[in-house]
């Protein structure tokens, strides 16, 4: 139980074009799922909370017009990295929290690796 | 606020030996503790975690942890290590308030298991 998942693991793309990850919790709802950045040989940093039918609440310092976060339905949150640029190249992990064990865990999914050239 | 330590980026070790990685928290409120491990190019993996009730918690994989307030740690053992616990394991801690509790994380142990 509780299985993360991230569509796609790998992508690859030009500067200036948009990139849409996607986020599900297989066998559990999740009202709140978190998008976190991780760069080489480093720990992870949230980016944003995402909220089931409401907005998304950035961390400081990330650009909410830079990285779109969509959470239509109860097992599915999205992050599109628009008009994308090297440096937003990274490693990008989404989590959701199992409401069925009194949402007070994270369960992580496998991670995406964007490369913008 | 909270804050993670961990103070040893990486911790080196002969299979089968015991091993032992060290957390230590600072948070004003009570805290959830958790550890998760980070296999090269994945995502991360709950190992175990404190919510209350026993100190000791065992977890996946032969791993423990034992959580001691007046330490503010929470830091990670294994009898007998393997090959394949190779990885980099990161602690973390969430307080008890709020309705979307975030984890704040230490910045990684490497843990590399050599024969």
């Known amino acids: 139980g509780a299985v993360v998942s991230q569509h796609p693991s790998w992508v690859i793309c030009k500067s200036g074009t948009s990139v849409k990850i996607e986020c599900r919790s297989l066998?559990?709802?999740?009202?709140?799922m978190f998008w976190y950045r991780q760069f080489p040989k480093q720990s992870l940093m949230l980016m944003a909370t995402s909220n089931e039918g409401s907005k998304a609440t950035y961390e400081q310092g990330v650009e909410k017009d830079k990285f779109l976060i969509n959470h239509a339905s109860l097992t599915l949150s999205t992050l599109t990295v628009t008009s994308a640029h090297p440096e937003d190249s990274s490693f990008y992990i989404c989590s959701a929290r199992d409401q069925g064990s009194g949402g007070k865990t994270q369960y992580f999914g496998p991670g995406t690796r964007l490369l913008v050239l | 606020a909270q804050s993670v330590t961990q103070l040893d980026s990486q911790v080196p070790v002969f299979e089968e030996a015991p091993v032992e990685l060290r957390c230590n928290y600072s948070s004003s409120v009570s805290v959830y503790l958790f550890w998760y491990v980070q296999y090269p190019n994945q995502g991360l993996q709950l190992l175990l975690k404190y919510l209350s009730g026993s100190t000791l918690v065992k977890g996946i994989n032969g791993f423990e942890a034992e959580f001691n307030k007046s330490q503010t740690s929470f830091h990670l053992r294994k009898p007998s290590v393997h090959i394949s616990d190779t990885a980099e394991y990161f602690c973390a801690v969430s307080d008890h308030t709020g309705t979307a509790s975030k984890l704040t994380f230490g910045t990684g142990t490497r843990l590399q298991v050599t024969l």
């Open positions: 066998d559990f709802q999740a009202t709140t």
